[in-house]
């Protein structure tokens, strides 16, 4: 095994002022910075992206490979990446995409008209935009990885990694406008960009930043945009019925109104039925989906003398406080919980005469994972369990919203029979949207119907459950729209491999470190829904998790550079046995620990595959021949392992463990011979 540096690549290398390891450290932690900045940003924008975030992922994925392949190709630094993000900044703001404010109704699958220009001409722009504008930052990476010595150039691409999000999540806490992500994408293009201080140099850098700033800080004032860790929000004053409301979007989407609790029953009915089905008016309520405060102001006009508000954006909640002319969130009967709702649910000892969840649509995706909402696991069989274990005796247990499919109304029903054991009442308001009212007693003298539910209809699907969360996925397939457009991407990403890095042979000799990043991002995302599972759908819990996959790969690496580990075939094997125990570890035993205990048992399973994951690569990766090649080539099966995470749809994320293994099987199969000596 070589552990010695190579001599350094290029001549603009050689005279850049900082040296080869802060530098390093910080183009790895720009290039981190840069891909977050650019999912949070253009799903703001591009209302397509609230549904489809991964389609930046994948696109950085294939920036970042293509930029460790280009490595040794060219020696002109890559002023390309300023340019491209300057011009995508523009395209987005010259025409976004967001709900046509006169359609009534909630978003689902971007099924309500839209402005701006249409998903097949927008995405594809924003994603070839994408893997351009990393590619530039990964290349600064790759050119500092031959002039150290393999693990340690890997070290401080993690330590770099952990700084980018550590920075990310502190400006997400801080809301954070744009324009603070373009001054730092500025400041880090000027210093990683410029080695030599000429003029020409200046221009390429400084021009396109300036812009690039500039717009940010116009969409700034302009828009006069709250930014939460999760959204854009808007907010606009109008008159309805002689009424003035406070109008809610976020990212471009009509999402909330905060109305005066008496207007609001007036105006819609649902509003009022779950304190209509009860048989005894509600003392204590769980309010799940608090939001604006509209809600919370209805339990308090229906006599509660307890409401406990759980709402998982704090920058709604603070809107709630702010702009609801009831001022709900004052009254002392009122506790605010600034939490994801199955969590709450999962921690709290206090039992509730009603308990319900009101219109819970995030309208937005978990990071990192391509197919679960921020609501998922509310909706699940194994959640309303739960809700029916936090009812007092003769409590009730009540959901609304406009769900616009008739099945899907019968599917949230059937879950719910299933998790009482006995027919909810269902209230269809409207057949417009599907407006429903869907409440269950914990027994059924609890619960006062209006007519007794017929049952779902046939063909409804069973319900949604922890593995596979999706409710609005009628059957277990991959929509076909899916399919086609992750096809498209892998085609687009076969051309773009062969043109920037010449021809596949280059990669052959590193076909298992391929497959090994296919089969770490499927590790990641099952990872990644654990967590999300077992501790909330919130971006700190998502910004931990992926903050403590990279220490422990860290890790992997620190132990692999200091001790004399196994063979390859016996850290395959520990490899193998850690993913047999995460299959064999249900998340019912999980949520059933205290929370301390939960904390350490799930951060046994899911993160002892991944450091001997990272064991196995790091030994590999400190053998291979070249070192940037080898590296893209893992990338890239970093991103052919976004696409394969659809099947979750299919089998479940549980079953993306089987899928891993096999991967990791072919790349034991693919292992060079003289790999599996000792090392």
């Not at 997400?172 to 406008?177: G, M, Q, R, T, V």
């Not at 099945?407 to 879950?415: N, Q």
């Not at 397939?477 to 991407?489: F, H, Q, R, V």
């Amino acid at each position: 095994m070589t552990l010695q540096a190579q001599k350094p690549v290029t001549d603009g290398e050689r005279e850049h002022w900082l040296a080869v390891r802060p530098r390093l450290v910080l183009a790895s932690a720009f290039m981190l910075f840069l891909e977050l900045a650019l999912i949070r940003w253009t799903g703001s924008n591009i209302v397509h992206l609230s549904y489809f975030t991964n389609f930046v992922l994948l696109g950085s994925f294939l920036g970042i490979g293509l930029g460790f392949l280009r490595v040794g190709r060219s020696r002109r630094q890559p002023y390309y990446s300023p340019i491209v993000l300057a011009v995508l900044v523009i395209v987005v703001l010259t025409f976004p995409v967001t709900v046509d404010r006169n359609t009534e109704g909630v978003l689902y699958w971007t099924s309500l008209s839209t402005s701006g220009p249409p998903a097949w001409l927008i995405l594809p722009v924003i994603f070839c935009a994408a893997a351009l504008i990393l590619m530039g930052p990964a290349e600064l990476v790759g050119r500092c990885f031959p002039e150290l010595p393999r693990l340690e150039a890997y070290r401080y691409d993690l330590i770099g990694s952990l700084t980018g999000i550590a920075a990310f999540t502190a400006l997400s806490f801080l809301s954070a406008p744009p324009v603070f992500w373009g001054l730092i994408a500025a400041v880090c293009y000027g210093v990683l960009l410029l080695p030599r201080p000429r003029v020409l140099y200046a221009a390429l850098v400084s021009v396109p930043s300036l812009v690039v700033v500039g717009l940010l800080l116009a969409e700034t004032l302009t828009a006069g945009a709250i930014w939460s860790p999760y959204y854009k929000v808007t907010t606009r004053q109008l008159q309805q019925l002689g009424v003035l409301v406070t109008d809610i979007a976020v990212n471009g989407i009509p999402h909330q109104q905060a109305v005066p609790a008496a207007v609001r029953l007036q105006w819609e009915r649902q509003y009022g039925l779950p304190y209509e089905r009860t048989t005894k008016p509600p003392k204590d309520v769980l309010i799940v989906g608090a939001g604006s405060g509209t809600d919370v102001a209805i339990a308090l006009s229906k006599g509660a003398s307890h409401v406990d508000a759980v709402e998982i954006d704090p920058k709604l909640r603070e809107l709630g406080g702010s702009v609801h002319p009831d001022k709900p969130y004052d009254d002392p009967r009122v506790t605010t919980h600034v939490t994801d709702g199955r969590a709450f649910l999962e921690r709290t000892g206090r039992k509730y005469d009603l308990i319900l969840f009101a219109l819970p649509d995030s309208l937005t995706l978990v990071s990192g994972a391509s197919s679960l909402r921020l609501e998922s696991y509310l909706f699940t069989e194994e959640a309303m369990k739960a809700a029916r274990a936090h009812l007092k005796p003769g409590g009730t247990f009540s959901m609304y919203n406009y769900y616009r499919e008739s099945w899907l109304v019968d599917r949230l029903a059937s879950t719910m029979q299933s998790a009482f054991g006995h027919k909810p009442c269902v209230d269809v308001v409207s057949t417009a949207g599907q407006q429903a009212v869907i409440t269950a007693g914990l027994t059924p003298p609890a619960q006062r119907c209006a007519s007794e539910w017929p049952g779902a209809a046939p063909g409804t699907p069973r319900p949604a459950n922890d593995d596979r969360p999706f409710l609005y996925l009628k059957d277990a397939t991959i929509p076909p729209i899916y399919i086609i457009t992750l096809g498209l991407i892998l085609i687009v990403s076969l051309l773009a491999v062969r043109v920037v890095a010449g021809p596949y042979k280059r990669m052959r000799p590193y076909a298992d470190l391929f497959l090994l990043g296919v089969a770490f991002m499927l590790l990641e995302t099952k990872s990644v829904t654990g967590f999300a599972l077992l501790f909330g759908t919130t971006w700190v819990v998502n910004a931990i998790v992926f903050a403590g996959v990279l220490v422990a790969v860290l890790c992997a690496v620190e132990v692999t550079r200091r001790f004399r580990m196994p063979p390859l075939p016996v850290m395959y094997g520990v490899l193998l046995a850690g993913l047999l125990l995460a299959w064999l570890v249900p998340n019912e035993w999980l949520l059933s620990l205290p929370l301390p205990l939960r904390a350490v048992a799930a951060v046994t399973v899911a993160f002892l595959p991944i450091f001997a994951a990272n064991v196995v690569f790091a030994k590999r990766f400190a053998d291979t021949a070249d070192a940037t090649t080898s590296f893209g080539a893992n990338l890239l099966g970093a991103m052919v392992g976004g696409c394969l995470e659809y099947v979750a749809l299919v089998i479940g994320y549980k079953g993306l463990l089987i899928v891993a293994a096999v991967l990791y099987l072919g790349a034991l199969a693919l292992l060079p011979r003289k790999s599996t000596a000792v090392v």
